[in-house]
């Protein structure tokens, strides 16, 4: 069932990209991501890249879905016993957010704020520990396929077709499969090109 919806989606986005008044785009940069909820992990810095296509339905009002690669995840810092201990958790997932923006701005410098959901599907999920100097690396077991979340963001187009973004996600739902309470959030900057 996760994977039929998984593939709609992708469906509906490549149709979208065939019809209408289209621009398309692509777009690149780092997250910091952490957990929200129960969880007190730190930050942790990585990256995403994919790419956007925006239907002008308006001209003022853009839809904007995005197929992006992004990782999340956060990391911890302990020292016991006076051995330093670090824990890092990396989430790679494959990202479909859906956004409505506004279009405001004319010539060469545009603002389109926006907001919308986001739909992501966990392709990897990888542990890295050390202690003192020893590393262990593994898979983390029990997490949701699925997650998604509310995204909010400031979108800067200069030059006609170059793209400065800004956008943090919060998550709404259970990284977990368990009965703890933790989501994904993450703030993203990211640089893109429009043609």
Do not use: C, W
Request: avoid cysteine.
């Amino acid at each position: 069932m996760k994977k039929v919806l998984l593939i709609s989606l992708l469906a509906i986005l490549g149709i979208s990209f065939a019809f209408g008044q289209s621009i398309y785009g692509l777009r690149a940069g780092l997250n910091v991501s952490n957990y929200g909820g129960d969880s007190e992990m730190d930050s942790r810095i990585g990256f995403h890249a994919g790419m956007m296509m925006q239907y002008h339905m308006h001209p003022m009002l853009i839809l904007q879905p995005e197929l992006l690669y992004t990782q999340r995840g956060a990391q911890d810092e302990a020292t016991i016993l006076g051995v330093k201990t670090e824990l890092k958790q990396t989430l790679h997932y494959v990202e479909l957010p859906i956004f409505l923006k506004l279009g405001l701005g004319e010539g060469n410098l545009k603002f389109q704020p926006y907001l919308g959901p986001e739909l992501r599907y966990l392709i990897a999920a990888k542990y890295k520990t050390k202690v003192g100097s020893a590393e262990q690396t593994g898979d983390i077991k029990d997490l949701a396929d699925l997650d998604f979340g509310l995204g909010i963001g400031l979108d800067l187009v200069f030059n006609t077709n170059m793209l400065f973004g800004a956008r943090y996600s919060l998550g709404l739902a259970d990284v977990a499969d368990g009965s703890a309470d933790v989501k994904n959030n993450a703030f993203m900057i990211n640089l893109g090109f429009l043609y």
